[in-house]
């Protein structure tokens, strides 16, 4: 399992440094990070067409871009000064990311540290003037709330672009579920450029709409939820651009081949097109959704410590809560759902078989997984700062605000359990600090199936050292067990809230904030 990819990489992957790789980790520790911030030019591998050949319209791939933020040779004399203000966002000037990874600069300056990134069709706030051109004709701009990007390949100036026009949304970050996601089934869905004609469904898939209206149709149609108006740029079926960075290695009069077997996508939108829904991926292909299976969304979220107490889970089924009645003799109340989360105030009855909830009901401790406090090594509580603790054997998390608890929740950690990292896919332990975090990111070390290697945008990435990374997961329910390749893998809903929670924070409109000073939240895994 590769655990660093050197930065031009593809994807990233949860888990241990494989040997052969080690020679990645010290080439790479010459740069700002050892698996620090990387290229992401995240194209699809396109498998070969099945059924009739069609001819081929361009077959090559192009050359793997070097930067998006690359605007080719440096540009000609600069022009007059412009004033104080003029260099400053808040005229309502605005700059569009067209590429996967518009990267923001600390200085105008290709060479200057990267703060994070834009996603293409994000539209920022921009100062009304350039602020140089070294290295970069199209002039680089200031952006809010702090950085600079280049005008030309990765950003443009105009609103308009048909990259932004094909990108109707972005990710609805916050939400559980930034994007709404698919799983492929066997075979894998083509990639259409435009929403195709009836004529060429047949040609291409041998059927122009959905087989009748078979019932797992209807739960996806259900889970995916209504689908989007049409907008000017889809009904006119114009071909859809690849974003800078998107590789494009075939491409068919109507398609792009087929997805990768096992894939999973992130879908921006969909829409009802000639019977069928399709949907429109972050890399602005659409697929048919009757060719794949929509996620099902996990019950399971953490619970928010807003009393004195300590957080523990029900790790049982058919569990009772009890209450004390007039007489305080406590009888049965209701039920404790399987995971939910609870704050024990510390009083107990009948011996200490039952504990008390700050919700005022009582549940057998037998029931229960408490959390450990964590123990403050480091002076952050003393300070009143904000870390987070993670335990391997109790596969639980907390998060803390000094020497409170105010968030925990139940975790899967490495499948190695407590063993070498470097041997077996446990998770590392240690103490870290968040260095980089995404809204979303390519991964492929965490299994969907025994073979899937293509998991698309998975939700709220936060990478505190090497390749391991809290992030959350669509593609199982096993929280509160060990299941991963090596990251700690959250539930959707508890990794939105960490997210926000956590620095450095990433600014409304960005797709990631990079912090390698260690001015991120501090992460403690132990035993």
């Known amino acids: ?34 698996c620090g911030p990387g290229e ?14 069609e001819p081929a319209l361009a077959a090559a791939a192009p050359a793997e871009p070097q930067a998006a933020d690359a605007g080719g040779e440096a540009g000609g004399e600069p022009g007059p000064a412009a004033t104080r203000e ?59 709330p702090r950085g600079f990007v280049c005008v030309g390949r990765g950003a443009s100036l105009e609103l308009g672009h048909e990259i932004v026009a094909a990108t109707p949304a972005g990710p609805r970050r916050g939400e559980p579920y930034p994007y709404r996601y698919v799983v492929s089934r066997k075979p894998p869905p083509h990639l259409y450029v435009h929403l195709p004609s009836e004529a060429e469904q047949r040609r291409v898939e041998g059927r122009s709409r959905s087989q009748g209206t078979p019932a797992w149709s209807r ?58 829904r399709f949907g429109l991926t972050t890399e602005l292909d659409l697929i048919p959704i009757d060719r794949t299976s929509a996620v099902v969304p996990t019950a399971m979220r953490g619970v928010e ?63 229960l997984r408490v959390a450990r406090l964590g123990r403050d090594f480091w002076g952050h509580a003393a300070r009143g ?34 063993g070498d990292p470097a041997t077996t896919s446990a998770t590392v332990q240690g103490t870290f600090f968040v260095r980089e975090k995404h809204v979303t990111a390519t991964m492929d070390g965490d299994d969907l199936s025994e073979t899937s290697v293509d998991l698309r945008d998975v939700p709220y990435v936060q990478y505190f050292h090497n390749s391991y990374a809290l992030h959350g997961v669509y593609w199982h329910d096993a929280f509160g067990k060990v299941r991963s390749s090596g990251c700690v893998n959250l539930a959707p ?4 809230w960490l997210f926000e929670w956590t620095d450095p924070a990433v600014p409304e409109g960005w797709h990631a904030a990079f912090n390698d000073n260690k001015g991120g939240t501090l992460v403690y895994i132990h035993a």
């Open 385 to 418: 700062r904000k870390w987070i603790d993670i335990s391997i054997e109790l596969q639980m998390l907390v998060a803390y605000e000094g020497t409170r608890p105010v968030f925990a929740t139940l975790v899967s950690t490495g499948r190695g359990e407590l």
């Open 1 to 34: 399992m590769t655990a660093c990819l050197s930065p031009g990489a593809r994807v990233r992957r949860c888990g241990r440094l494989d040997r052969p790789l080690l020679a990645c980790a010290l080439a790479a520790s010459a740069l700002a990070a050892a």
């Open 86 to 144: 003029a260099l400053r966002p808040g005229r309502g000037d605005k700059l569009a990311s067209i590429a996967m990874r518009t990267f923001v600069h600390a200085s105008p300056d290709r060479r200057a540290p990267r703060l994070g990134y834009l996603r293409a069709g994000a539209i920022v706030e921009r100062a009304a003037a350039p602020s140089g051109d070294d290295g970069c004709p199209g002039g680089w701009y200031t952006i809010h």
């Open 219 to 276: 739960r996806d149609e259900a889970l995916l939820g209504e689908p989007d108006p049409l907008t000017p740029f889809f009904a006119a079926r114009r071909d859809l651009p690849k974003p800078f960075g998107a590789a494009e290695k075939v491409r068919f009069p109507a398609h792009r081949g087929r997805a990768r077997a096992d894939s999973a996508f992130g879908l921006i939108s969909t829409f009802e097109w000639t019977g069928r």
């Open 40 to 53: 992401e030019p995240p194209g699809r591998s396109a498998a070969s067409q099945q059924g009739a050949p």
């Open 493 to 496: 809903a508890d990794a939105a």
């Open 305 to 367: 410590v807003k009393t004195e107490g300590t957080p523990a889970f029900v790790m049982h089924h058919g569990v009772r809560t009890l209450k004390a009645d007039a007489a305080g003799e406590l009888k049965p109340d209701g039920w404790a759902a399987h995971r939910s989360g609870w704050v024990l105030t510390g009083k107990t009855a009948a011996g200490g078989a039952y504990v008390e909830t700050d919700a005022g009901v009582w549940i057998p401790a037998s029931a």
